[in-house]
């Protein structure tokens, strides 16, 4: 019952797309990553501890 389902419904045409998209948005998580300056991480590092107390 369970192959019927996932032939009717191309489930692994879906499986094997949502792996490349996941794929593909890692990457370009990855290249963003080792692209940024190092100066710029620090100032983003630092932007929660850069606020001033309200009150």
């Given at each position: 019952?369970?192959?019927?389902?996932?032939?009717?419904?191309?489930?692994?045409?879906?499986?094997?797309?949502s792996?490349?998209f996941?794929?593909?948005?890692?990457?370009?998580?990855?290249?963003?990553?080792?692209?940024?300056?190092?100066?710029?991480?620090?100032?983003?590092?630092?932007?929660?501890?850069?606020?001033?107390?309200?009150?």
């Open positions: 019952m369970l192959q019927e389902l996932g032939a009717s419904t191309n489930a692994s045409t879906w499986a094997v797309a792996m490349l996941f794929i593909a948005v890692y990457l370009v998580a990855t290249v963003q990553v080792f692209r940024t300056r190092a100066d710029e991480m620090d100032a983003r590092a630092r932007m929660a501890l850069d606020d001033e107390p309200q009150g």
